[in-house]
């Protein structure tokens, strides 16, 4: 199976801040199959970006994700109050689909 | 507005089956779609199970596929989750989510359930 490693384990960052999260695959991601998600405390997750760099529905322009191959990219370029949260990667080109271990963005 | 709800007991005890059901709402499982289990032990991160067609073909995770068996109700409009002999490390907040964008079983998935915090203990 694809191990998904992200980086770093947690970012401190203030408001207003530009935020770069890393997803790093252990093969190949066939497709571009790599999705974002944001999760808070007690909720759900939900889902940001989809293959690799499609934004979902009602999400903010501030979230962009780039990268493809074993290489991926979150950015917020201004972190809102709300943006603070734990975000995963998820990978679902190769079976079983697997996520990341997650980075922690909290308020500096 | 398509809603996911999950339900089943709380606390299931060592070697027993734990049981869960997501109904959905909002939008007919028959219509298409894949739907999935997903689970997140307590400070941990997220898991996929496995996942259904309203065809009743399923997919599992090879980590537990000799432990769950996923079915679904199309006349209830809701799928259900059965994993069997659990232990302590089954302990975990289980989601149902809808795999979003018709790519089968592996997608991304863009609707989840709020989540149903299980326990095994004695």
């Known amino acids: 199976e694809i191990v998904l490693t992200q980086s770093p384990g947690t970012l401190s960052l203030s408001p207003g801040e530009r935020a770069t999260l890393s997803c790093r695959a252990s093969q190949s991601v066939s497709s571009s199959y790599l999705a974002w998600y944001q999760q808070k405390p007690g909720q759900a997750p939900r889902l940001l970006i989809y293959g690799a760099s499609s934004r979902a529905t009602g999400i903010p322009d501030r979230f962009s994700g780039s990268g493809s191959g074993t290489d991926f990219t979150l950015t917020i370029s201004r972190l809102e109050p709300e943006d603070f949260a734990v975000y995963y990667c998820?990978?679902?080109?190769?079976?079983?689909?697997?996520f990341g271990g997650g980075t922690k963005v909290e308020i500096k | 507005q398509v809603q996911l709800q999950e339900s089943g007991p709380g606390l299931v005890k060592p070697s027993e089956t734990l049981s869960l059901t997501c109904a959905v709402s909002g939008y007919s499982i028959s219509s298409g779609y894949y739907w999935g289990w997903i689970r997140q032990p307590p400070g941990k991160g997220l898991e996929w199970i496995g996942s259904?067609?309203?065809?009743?073909?399923?997919?599992?995770n090879p980590s537990l596929k000799s432990r769950v068996t996923i079915s679904v109700d199309t006349s209830k409009n809701q799928f259900s989750l059965k994993l069997s002999s659990v232990t302590a490390a089954d302990t975990a907040v289980y989601y149902c989510a809808r795999a979003g964008f018709g790519w089968g079983y592996l997608d991304a998935f863009d609707i989840w359930g709020q989540g149903t915090m299980v326990t095994v203990s004695s």
């Open positions: 998820q990978q679902y080109g190769s079976s079983p689909g697997t």
């Open positions: 259904i067609y309203h065809s009743g073909s399923t997919y599992y």
